[in-house]
């Protein structure tokens, strides 16, 4: 196994499953997100894991799941947007080839809408969406080989732009 052929992090609202699907029909191959992993596991809603058996749970269903799909799954894998909080998981990115999806606070909260079930942004959304990503994007700009902004463009613009970046263009 040589781990994922793109893995996708970034912010709720970059478009990180749009993209990432589109991204595996282009190379032909499959696609996986950890946080439906996550789900999988726990059996129930993210957002019901943070409420019954809170943040530091999830995380760890979250650590467990990255780690499995980064050592079993070749296509394109998206990671939930926190996941790279985690010390451990970015030294298992390190050397992937990884594309933070960069999303504007703007773009952000017309995708996810601001009564999305997002635990983490359930009071006063905009704020913290924007403290999650004062700690985040330095983390994602970290670990990511290229960044690529959402933008402004369709998710088949975005998947060609993370192709370029990567130079997978005539995969």
Do not use: C
């Not at 589109?22 to 726990?42: F, I, P, S």
């Not at 530091?56 to 467990?64: D, G, H, K, T």
Request: net charge negative; aromatic share 4%.
């Amino acid at each position: 196994m040589t781990g994922p052929a793109i893995v996708l992090v970034g912010p709720p609202g970059a478009g990180k499953t749009t993209v990432g699907r589109a991204l595996a029909d282009r190379l032909g191959t499959t696609y996986r997100d950890t946080d439906a992993d996550v789900e999988a596991v726990a059996g129930k809603p993210i957002p019901e894991i943070f409420i019954d058996d809170g943040e530091p749970r999830f995380r760890e269903l979250e650590r467990a799941a990255v780690r499995a799909a980064v050592a079993e799954h070749e296509g394109v894998l998206s990671l939930g947007g926190g996941a790279v909080m985690d010390g451990p998981t970015r030294d298992l990115l390190a050397g992937l080839p990884v594309v933070f999806l960069d999303v504007g606070l703007h773009q952000a909260v017309r995708r996810v809408g601001l009564d999305a079930p997002r635990p983490l942004l359930a009071v006063n959304p905009r704020q913290q969406w924007r403290e999650l990503m004062d700690v985040r994007r330095p983390l994602y700009t970290e670990i990511a080989r290229a960044v690529v902004s959402t933008d402004d463009r369709t998710p088949e613009d975005v998947a060609e732009a993370v192709l370029d970046a990567l130079q997978l263009k005539d995969a």
